[in-house]
């Protein structure tokens, strides 16, 4: 896999999550939570047995803004499932 250089002033943050599916969970309110911000981009896709997650940002605060927002998703769909 080659990698393009970045332009001068271009430098992006990038974060990919692989997160396993459990077939008994419902994603959609993860997956309507694709975003383009000012600052950050999530795309999320839907595999067979995974989701992708993809976080661009111009600055680590914002990316790891991003990601924290993700994550507490993924923990409330988790906390959810237990309750069931």
Same mark, same amino acid.
């Given at each position: ?32 939570? /694709? ?11 839907? /595999? ?26 993924? /923990? ?9």
């Amino acid at each position: 896999m080659e990698r393009e250089k970045p332009k001068a002033g271009s430098h992006k943050n990038h974060i990919r999550l692989v997160v396993p599916k459990d077939p008994k969970i419902n994603y959609k309110r993860l997956l309507n939570n /694709q975003t383009n911000h000012e600052r950050s981009n999530t795309a999320i896709k839907e /595999q067979k047995e995974t989701l992708i997650i993809e976080i661009t940002a111009k600055d680590l605060t914002a990316l790891r803004a991003s990601a924290n927002s993700i994550l507490r998703d993924l /923990q409330v769909i988790e906390a959810t499932k237990a309750l069931k």
